[in-house]
Each structure stands twice: as C-alpha cells, then as structure tokens.
C-alpha cells in the first residue's frame, strides 16, 4: 500500500509493506527517512515555555491545592467540558539504550530543529476547538545533547547525624559562586554511572512465569490458555459470545441490548459524503482506492468481528480495585477497529455513567481540520494495515493496581544497587490512561499510545486514576516510527518490533502509567503532603512485591511531571530515586540533554551512595528543607536549592558545585533565612 498525500496536502502518506492488496498492482518500494534511530526526541533551541502551545483541550483540571481532584465523578458528570493539560517533558522508549552513546550530535543534528518536548494530560476533550497559546519565555529551554545518568548504589546507613536548624550561609560558596559556574560535564559525555554494555534485558533477568490461568477477581483472560502456542493466533474464550449489560462490564456494540431510536427520515448522508469526497482529495487517487476499496473495508469486517473475538465480557478496572485483563492482539484490534468506528455504546458523552473514564470512540479525530490530527491517523492507519495483513499472535496483559497502605517514608532504610536495563518504562500519564491520544494531544504520553496503539484500548476499561493507584500494560507492539513533537510530530513509517515475548506470549515492553500532580506554586510541592502522595504514586508503579528483586527489571524513567505541571526537576529526580529504592528497583535516568541536571543528579547519587544515606534519612531531609526554608521564604521560589541545603545538613564540608539555579539560588538572603 502506498499512500501519499498530493503535492501541498495533508493526506494520509507513506504506508508501504510487503504483502498487500495485489488488486491495486506492484509498486515500487518506497524507502522511508528515519531521522530517529534511537526513539530518543529532543527539543530545538527555541521554544515556547511549555514547549507546544497548549490548547484548552489539553489542560488538566486540578484543584486549588495541586492536588487532582479524587471526586472526579461528580465533578465530570456535572460539567461535560473538561480541560486537559500537556506536560513538557521527552517520550522514553526502548531504543535509548539500544548502544553506548544512545544520541549522536551529529547524526540527530538534522532532526532536532523540527523536535519540541512537552507532555499532555489530556482529560476526555472539549468541544470547543483548540485555541494555542505560547509563552515567549524560553527559561526552561534544556540542551540539545541527552544525557543520561543512573543511580543510588549502596547499602543503609546506620544512623545520621544532621544539624538541625535553618542552613548556614557559607561565604567561601558564595564567593565560588561568583567565580565559576557548575562544573560542565564534556560534551562527549553522554552517560555517567554504570556503563551501558553491563545492562540486563528482559527475558534474561525475568524470573519463570506462573501457568497463565483466569482467577475469579483478579485475573481476567479472554483466551484458551491449554491451546496458547508460539506462532499461533489465541483462540477466544469461551467459544460463544456472553452478552452482558452491566454497570462492571464493558457496553459492548454487538450486544442485543445495545439499541438506538431510528428516525425514518434524511440524516444529512450527503454531508458524510461530502467528507469522505473531501478525504479522496488529499490523497492520490490509488491510495484513496486502496484506503475505501481495501483496507477500511477490512477494518469494518474486524469491527464486525466483536462477537466472535471478544466472547467473554470485560471487566471495568474501576477506583480501588487490583485486577488484570489479559487479551490477545486479536481482540485488542478487534476493540481498535470498533473505537475507529465510534460504534462503543454510552461512550460520546461525559453525561454518561462512563464520565470518569477516557475517551475510546476516536471521533474527536474527525473534528475540525488538523495537522496533527491527520499525521495522528496516518500512524493509527499504519497499525490496521499490519494487523489486517497479517494477524498478530501475542497476548496483552492490562493490571490496574492500588497502593492498599502508604509506607511510612521516614522508617524506610533501603538503598538500592546501580544495575540497570530497560524493560520498566515509565508512562508520565495523565490519570485519564492515554492523554489526548484521541483528541488533540499530541505529546509524550500520547505519541507512545500512537505508536503502540494496543496501549490505547486500555481507554475503555479503565477509570481515572486515583492518587495511589497505577496501571501497568505488558506486551504491547510498536508498529510505527515518527519524528517530531507536538506540533511538528509526524508519522514517518512503519517499524518492525523485534522486541522477544515472555512465557505467555507478550513482548518484554512493561509500561507502568502514573500521573503526577500538577502545581501553580513552586513552593507547594515541597509541602510534606504533597511530597508523600507524589512517592506513593512512583513506588505503587514501580513495586513489585510477588516477584524476588534479582528478577526485577530496573526503571527508566525521567522528568515526571516537570514541565507546565510544575514540577521541579531535581526534587522528581530524588523522589523516584527514593520510590525505586524502597521497591528495590534500579534506575535508568533520562535527563533529555539537559547535561547540568545530568551532573547534578550524579553528584547527588554519589554524595548520598559514599555515606550511604537511607531513604528515610532523606525523607527526613526534605521536611526539614520545607520547614526551615520553603515555609518561611516570602518569595516565589527558595533562596536555598535543595540539592545546596542536602549538602549542607549531611556534610561540614563544602558542598560540590551544584548548579540547581533553575530552581533556586545557592545563598541565602535575610528575608529567607
């Protein structure tokens, strides 16, 4: 299939493997340009501050306090319109650490001018159309060389002995200060830590999976596990379709119960004609044959499907509950194709019992003209022409899981080693699963639910997220490349996953969604309350209690929640070090070339790894850098970076060079003191 947009427009482009319809003849092979071997986006030199303009359709709703609101029902079937919000920061994916050196300035060189890191917290969408707004402010600009870094070795400390009180101001730092800046790391330094060819991988550090079974309550699997094979497409279960109409279960569109009022009367059909003769427009006339004679066509027998594929009825990962969903790709895209087709029941309107969860009809993909909405369907297209092509054979777990009792933080006492590998990729979600990725959205969180668009069906069964609550999906398949960010993202072919499967048949991607809080002050996410949320959020993702740690994948993750949400880069980094420690996971951090924070994060490791300072410790740490310098400073942001005031309190001596002037200064004025 090749389908390329005419000169000038912005159709559907590009699409191009080795089986397809022989009706539409031999074509040459295309060859597609791939400016992004690492999966790795980086941002250009100049951007706005939240780097893609924000539209009122990705704007989070929050309260007052920064904390998101956990009445959420109420509140969405109350008001249908609800914004959403993007979160600058860059996607994480598997290819990062697929070398030595993951980025080549040189190679990426090219693609960086077109690339803009921000992340979107889509929640469900507006009707109204999206109205982009940018700061010209370009402070938090971060450079263009990734850089990653990983950290807190070590064992428990004993016991430490810190000076309390309020920090000293230390002239001689003051006067280094003035003299130099933070040491820069080289520019050839592109990873500090433990030396990328010493990483584990899943399978290889995985531990033997248990017998794949259904468990009444916990475990729901959609397939005959006795029949499961390598290479062989799952079969359904049961054998007949069980129609359920249920306030716990899936509405689903091939259920009897499933009835509309039919006027007898002209519905505007020739305004959908209308459409569909303006789509042939932009698309050559071959690809447009192919995309209505061929491959839609398809996608409606998949959809039709339902009954067939999807026999048993779907539970709802509802607030509270710890369960799984296992299915196999088969019936994921069989859900896909009824979610292009915007045929799920109940599911247009946020007025509806559904108005806690995620949008799962794509209609809002066919509202209004948009750039980014047609490189969105190129990619979603992409994905139905591999899977109508040839048939997907693995399975997909889905585990909604809750944090049942938040961890006294200043009683933890572990510390954890440096062994990383990448097979625990942090989703910096919003708590609606998959962002705008049915809408507008078009960043982090919702490139990877474009890319591996098995992640998107996850949107029908699960209901927002809550404050210790995390979802975490295995097995998902990538099928498509892309360039760019936000406004400049685009499709930019196909992609063959060779990523190895587990014993139950899902590829080694484990990606754990959690939502970070959104602050409108600096000084509110230092708050001891805020603090404790944001750490049980990162362990409940990051925990594994039912599996031995030696088996357990380490975390790549980065920026969570630092970019238009507020937070500060520093304190995320320290408090998912303290959350992987406690859940005895190692890290892979990605500071996404800002190579100061790179530094600093190191410096940071090893000052607390050589005194081997436990989790409590620095709990402890940061109430006191609260009470004794955010609490009383009467300006916007503390006068002592929290990195300066760690040094300070656990060492006599001079601290190292830390350059968190981002966030704050390093004396400390009278006004704070």
């Known amino acids: 299939m090749d389908i390329r947009p005419k000169t000038g427009a912005d159709g559907l482009r590009g699409v191009k493997t080795i089986g397809y319809h022989q009706k539409n003849g031999a074509r040459p092979k295309q060859k597609f340009r791939n400016t992004l071997e690492q999966w790795l986006v980086k941002p250009p030199k100049k951007r706005c501050t939240a780097e893609v303009c924000q539209t009122q359709e990705d704007v989070e709703m929050v309260d007052d306090g920064g904390f998101q609101s956990t009445s959420a029902q109420d509140l969405y079937c109350q008001n249908a319109e609800v914004s959403d919000s993007d979160e600058e920061t860059q996607p994480l994916t598997p290819q990062d650490l697929d ?84 040491a820069v790391v080289k520019p050839d330094v592109k990873w500090l830590g433990t030396p990328i060819n010493e990483l584990k991988r899943m399978p290889e550090c995985g531990g033997p999976l248990p017998p794949l079974k259904d468990v009444p309550g916990q475990h729901t699997v959609m397939i005959r596990t006795d029949l499961l094979q390598n290479g062989k497409v799952p079969v359904p279960y049961p054998a007949k379709f069980k129609d359920t109409w249920d306030d716990v279960h899936v509405k689903m569109p091939c259920s009897s119960w499933n009835l509309f009022p039919v006027q007898d009367e002209f519905c505007g059909k020739t305004t959908n004609l209308n459409r569909s003769l303006a789509l042939s427009k932009v698309l050559e006339p071959d690809a447009a044959e192919h995309l209505f004679d061929s491959l839609l066509p398809d996608m409606v027998q998949l959809a039709l499907r339902a009954s067939e594929l999807c026999t048993k009825p779907i539970p709802l990962l509802k607030r509270g509950m710890n369960h799984s969903i296992t299915m196999s790709q088969e019936q994921v895209a069989c859900l896909l194709a009824n979610a292009f087709f915007c045929t799920f029941p109940r599911r247009n309107s946020r007025r509806t019992e559904y108005c806690n969860y995620p949008d799962i009809n794509f209609f809002r993909l066919f509202e209004g003209p948009s750039s980014r909405k047609i490189e969105k369907l190129k990619t979603l297209m992409c994905y139905f022409k591999s899977l109508t092509e040839q048939k997907p054979t693995g399975l997909v777990t889905f585990t909604r899981k809750s944090l049942d009792k938040p961890l006294n933080w200043k009683r933890c006492m572990l510390s954890s080693s440096s062994v990383i590998c990448l097979d625990l990729q942090v989703d910096f979600a919003n708590r609606f699963v998959g962002g705008g990725v049915t809408s507008s959205g078009l960043v982090q969180e919702e490139i ?156 940071m490791h090893s000052f607390l790894t050589q005194r081997k300072i436990s989790v409590g410790e620095v709990y402890d740490l940061l109430g006191q850098y609260y009470s004794s310098v955010c609490k009383s400073c009467l300006g916007r942001r503390p006068d002592v970076s929290l990195y300066s005031f760690i040094y300070q309190q656990v060492s006599s001596f001079l601290a190292p060079d830390d350059s968190d002037r981002g966030s704050a200064r390093h004396h400390v004025p009278a006004d704070c003191r």
């Open 99 to 182: 070398e030595d050196n993951p980025v080549s300035p040189a190679s990426k060189d090219s693609a960086e001018s077109d690339l803009m890191q921000t992340l979107s917290h889509n929640y469900g969408g507006l009707e109204t159309e999206e109205e982009e707004t940018c700061s010209a402010s370009s402070e938090s600009a971060v450079k263009h060389n990734t850089k990653i870094t990983d950290f807190f070795s070590g064992t428990s400390s004993p016991g430490l002995h810190m000076r309390q009180g309020k920090p000293a101001k230390s002239t001689k730092k003051q006067n280094a200060d003035k003299e130099t800046t933070s």
């Open 448 to 603: 990877r639910f474009l890319i591996n668009p098995e992640l998107i069906v996850s949107r029908l069964f699960t209901e927002a997220l809550d404050h210790n609550e995390c979802l975490i999906i295995t097995g998902t398949q990538q099928y498509s490349k892309y360039t760019g960010y936000g406004q400049t993202y685009q499709w930019d072919g196909s992609h063959q996953d060779t990523i190895p499967s587990d014993g139950w048949q899902r590829r080694c991607t484990e990606i754990v969604a959690i939502d970070a809080l959104q602050f409108k002050n600096f000084l509110e996410q230092f708050r001891p309350e805020r603090l404790n949320r944001e750490l049980n959020k990162a362990y409940c993702g990051f925990a594994r209690p039912e599996e031995q740690s030696k088996n357990l994948a380490a975390v790549a993750t980065g920026n969570w929640g630092c970019g238009v949400f507020g937070g500060d880069t520093r304190l995320k980094a320290l408090l998912q070090m303290l959350a992987a420690a406690e859940a005895g996971r190692d890290v892979a951090y990605f500071t996404f070339g800002d190579s100061q924070l790179m530094t600093d994060v190191h410096k």
